[in-house]
């Protein structure tokens, strides 16, 4: 993981310096209405997210014993379960309607009931990978709808008819083009949400940092999360949804919360574990 991540974020820099150059070009070539495989991608990505998020939910509620833990920690982190549930329930429903809630609450049900089984000695260490995953995927998802708001940027299928709406993804436009689309969400392109799911997804390679059976795997996690996730941002370019800049910076902020988050983690898991882990 210690020339992963930083390979990671060469590519995304790079990624993001040809968007500033090409990203109008890009959408261009790649854009293809009502294509079946990005129509795929955009129910999927919210799902796995809402999944990714519900697992770190339970980490942190159920690996505690209950009739041995103090009252103000399992109100606090029942607060934190039901809270994040609730969220990624709402993502589900938002993209997918009633078969979005019945796959939440059935996979809820059932990471519940996995989370509980996790072994004892081992409850620990998975609490605080949700700690972790929880609260990178909210801050992030936060800081990207205030974006959003700022930089109004209009979609690539909302300007077809005239492509003087583009602006670069460093422009922020505010409300300024509300007037020249039909819907508001087609002035929230930058940054993608979709990405963002789906860069979060790379949050599942701390589930097995923490555990001394998986660790070695971490990276094979890390690598299929990372595939996924170029993948979903290819889709949403060929929708028209977003551009290139747009899903890279969607894909960074969870990315960039991992890379510190993951940091911290081995940081404590070295402390109360020092015989399994070395801090890099």
């Given at each position: 993981m210690k020339k992963l991540f930083p390979a990671t974020a060469i590519g995304a820099l790079v990624l993001l310096?040809?968007?500033?150059?090409?990203?109008?070009?890009?959408?261009?070539?790649?854009?293809?209405?009502g294509n079946g495989f990005s129509a795929f991608f955009e129910r999927l990505a919210p799902l796995i997210g809402a999944t990714v998020l519900m697992i770190g939910a339970a980490l942190v509620f159920w690996t505690y014993k209950f009739i041995r833990e103090n009252l103000a920690k399992l109100v606090l982190s029942g607060l934190v379960y039901l809270g994040s549930t609730l969220v990624g329930l709402a993502l589900c429903y938002k993209y997918c309607h009633l078969f979005g809630v019945a796959y939440g609450v059935i996979v809820a049900i059932l990471i519940a009931c996995i989370v509980y089984k996790i072994p004892d000695e081992l409850k620990q260490r998975y609490r605080w990978a949700g700690i972790a995953?929880?609260?990178?995927?909210?801050?992030?998802?936060?800081?990207?709808?205030?974006?959003?708001?700022?930089?109004?940027?209009?979609?690539?299928?909302?300007?077809?008819?005239?492509?003087?709406l583009f602006t670069p993804w460093f422009h922020p436009n505010g409300k300024h083009y509300l007037s020249a689309v039909t819907v508001?969400?087609?002035?929230?392109?930058?940054?993608?949400?979709?990405?963002?799911?789906?860069?979060?997804?790379?949050?599942?390679?701390?589930?097995?940092?923490?555990?001394?059976?998986?660790?070695?795997?971490?990276?094979?996690v890390?690598?299929?999360?990372?595939?996924?996730?170029?993948?979903?941002?290819?889709?949403?370019?060929?929708?028209?949804?977003?551009?290139?800049?747009?899903?890279?910076?969607?894909?960074?902020?969870?990315?960039?919360?991992?890379?510190?988050?993951?940091?911290?983690?081995?940081?404590?898991?070295?402390?109360?574990?020092?015989?399994?882990y070395e801090l890099a």
């Open positions: 310096i040809v968007g500033t150059f090409a990203d109008l070009r890009i959408d261009q070539a790649l854009y293809q209405p995953i929880v609260a990178v995927f909210l801050i992030s998802m936060g800081m990207l709808e205030v974006a959003k708001i700022i930089w109004g940027r209009v979609r690539f299928r909302a300007m077809q008819s005239n492509l003087d508001a969400d087609n002035i929230k392109s930058f940054p993608s949400g979709h990405s963002q799911f789906a860069g979060a997804t790379l949050l599942l390679c701390l589930l097995a940092l923490v555990n001394p059976r998986w660790k070695n795997k971490e990276s094979m890390y690598g299929i999360a990372l595939v996924y996730a170029l993948v979903v941002m290819f889709s949403r370019m060929m929708q028209g949804a977003h551009f290139l800049s747009d899903v890279t910076v969607g894909f960074a902020l969870p990315f960039l919360g991992l890379w510190l988050a993951h940091h911290l983690l081995l940081k404590q898991l070295s402390q109360h574990y020092p015989q399994e």
